[in-house]
């Protein structure tokens, strides 16, 4: 038996397909819904429960998940922080995190609450530093040594903005709809800090519903229920996971990652960066070619009018005014239209009764079969151009890989 498979993306490793796990029906918010009479309790919106695991890293998460059916906005997550056994949890998570602090720190608190995580964090150093907490919720008052934002952190801006030595974020994934991209963010974030900066995460962690067939774990504001595996291949986007253990009695599970990406991805997003760079020049380089070509009165046909050739045609400006000869290989494209620009395709044959100053062909790997087409055929032109280097150079003339 291979289990229900539904499609659905985890949010955690991307996997494109999941089995169903636990239906729970259609119910209320179970814990940000603050109904103020029984009226408005039993007439609260109700909203599907379709809660789906991923076969490859555990991840279970409910697929018919709205993030907006949530007023976050309005209604405070209250969270309670004042059993014994929680407050000894609190402290050793706290002290954790501290380990790590250099002198006056600058410490983030995503979803921070009325912020009693990141307040504790700023009396045990005796406020020396800056301690920050963002909550879209609530907007308690910036004091007592904590400075809060009634905002979302936005890794990309904030992490550049504030940098970080510490950023936590407790109780808060499981409320996300795509988690991995909040960790994937400031994984980036903090390569652009000249200085280490750790992530401290905890979510309430469900191994135990496995051992206990229990299900009241399940309501709508958890969108997604982190088993110890699902959160160890989520922390591993964000970086080298120093510290991964459970509190409370096995219910929740934390991490302490130094954020940061491999220096292969690194220097793959370099790359890109000067990819981009110099084919901004090379498209530069070539439309002024391409201008020089018409403003000297040449005649110019391009070999190819669909596909790369259209490309080719699309991102070098080759207009039909300029440039209306366009000639094909293949005698059922002819009557056809360059897309976009609107050159019609001619068959090839066209070029012995016109001959051209020059012969542009964007694919170059097959240039060679097309002049060796245009010696078979005595087809005659000036001069053979393909695109190299980021220019266009001469087939016969120029050194390039295609001959
Ligand atoms: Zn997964």
């Not at 991923?54 to 007023?71: E, G, L, Q």
């Not at 994984?187 to 280490?196: C, E, F, I, S």
């Amino acid at each position: 038996m291979n289990g229900h498979i539904v499609s659905s993306t985890c949010p955690v490793c991307g996997y494109s397909l999941a089995s169903i796990f636990y239906n729970g029906g259609y119910q209320t918010l179970a814990t940000l819904g603050w109904p103020p009479t029984p009226e408005v309790a039993q007439s609260m919106a109700r909203h599907p429960q379709d809660f789906v695991q991923c076969p490859r890293c555990t991840h279970v998460w409910n697929r018919s998940f709205t993030y907006d059916a949530i007023p976050y906005q309005n209604n405070p997550n209250r969270m309670f922080n004042k059993g014994g056994i929680w407050k000894g949890h609190l402290a050793k998570t706290r002290d954790l995190v501290l380990s790590q602090l250099p002198n006056e720190p600058t410490v983030v608190d995503i979803g921070c609450g009325e912020g009693h995580f990141v307040r504790g964090l700023s009396e045990s150093m005796n406020y020396f530093g800056r301690f920050l907490g963002f909550d879209p919720n609530i907007t308690p008052e910036t004091g007592l040594g904590v400075e809060f934002y009634a905002k979302y952190f936005e890794p990309l801006v904030h992490m550049n903005e504030f940098a970080p030595d510490a950023v936590a974020i407790r109780h808060v994934l499981e409320h996300l709809t795509d988690p991995a991209t909040l960790l994937d963010q400031l994984a980036w974030g903090a390569t652009r800090l000249d200085k280490p900066c750790w992530l401290f995460a905890e979510v309430p962690c469900i191994d135990r519903v496995f051992e206990t067939g229990r299900i009241a774990d399940f309501f709508y504001e958890h969108a997604s229920h982190f088993t110890t595996q699902s959160f160890k291949v989520l922390m591993a986007r964000a970086g080298e996971v120093v510290v991964l253990a459970h509190g409370y009695d096995g219910e929740v599970v934390y991490a302490l990652v130094k954020l940061g990406v491999v220096p292969s991805m690194l220097d793959r997003a370099d790359a890109a960066s000067k990819f981009a760079l110099a084919a901004d020049d090379s498209r530069a380089q070539i439309q002024q070619q391409l201008n020089e070509l018409a403003v000297q009165g040449k005649r110019v046909a391009i070999w190819g009018g669909t596909g790369k050739a259209a490309a080719f045609i699309h991102q070098f400006g080759v207009d039909a005014k300029r440039f209306p000869l366009v000639v094909d290989s293949d005698p059922d494209k002819a009557g056809t239209f360059v897309p976009g620009t609107g050159q019609e395709i001619v068959f090839r044959d066209v070029l012995k009764s016109i001959p051209v100053d020059v012969v542009i062909i964007p694919t170059q790997w097959r240039a060679k079969d097309i002049v060796a087409e245009m010696v078979r055929e005595a087809i005659m032109a000036g001069q053979v151009l393909i695109e190299q280097g980021g220019r266009l150079v001469d087939f016969h003339e120029d050194s390039h890989p295609y001959r």
